[in-house]
């Protein structure tokens, strides 16, 4: 089992949908970079705490651009200790950047993807709805990508 190195914006995602318990299910270790913790809200910091996630900060430097949480995640992906996680993240320049060096990359779609594969989830058309009911922007990319992945079919996720 891999590790994963989460950002703010897909933990988010995690959180708003109720999936942050399967995280140590399907990864050996899950990662929080103190950024992405300092910027997430209250309640999610709770789970964070509830689910003993490891909180660091990066010893690498590499990316300096990017918003602090997606920076730090990268960088700890360049650590010695952390070398071959993945890096959750959703943001595209991130994702590209993280290409470039070798660092993988899954983003929350991939997350519920994997899910939905797993058996753990019926469907994901439920935590589409409640991203959606949050008022997350959905990528529409990611969207369709999830989709193909579990067969599922298009019109059950248009918003109504």
Request: charged share 30%; with cysteine.
């Amino acid at each position: 089992m891999a590790i994963i190195i989460c950002d703010t914006s897909s933990l988010s995602k995690l959180f708003i949908t109720r999936t942050l318990d399967n995280l140590p299910e399907l990864f050996k270790a899950v990662v929080i970079p103190r950024a992405v913790y300092e910027e997430s809200i209250p309640a999610l910091r709770v789970e964070i705490d509830k689910f003993n996630f490891l909180i660091e900060s990066p010893r690498t430097s590499m990316f300096v651009q990017f918003g602090k949480g997606e920076r730090e995640a990268l960088n700890l992906a360049l650590d010695k200790e952390f070398l071959g996680a993945f890096v959750l993240t959703d943001d595209r320049k991130a994702i590209n950047a993280a290409a470039r060096v070798g660092i993988r990359t899954i983003t929350a779609f991939d997350f519920f993807a994997a899910l939905k594969l797993t058996n753990r989830i019926l469907s994901t058309q439920c935590l589409v709805k409640k991203l959606r009911s949050a008022g997350e922007g959905i990528n529409e990319y990611e969207l369709q990508r999830m989709l193909e992945k579990t067969g599922e079919k298009l019109g059950n996720f248009k918003s109504k």
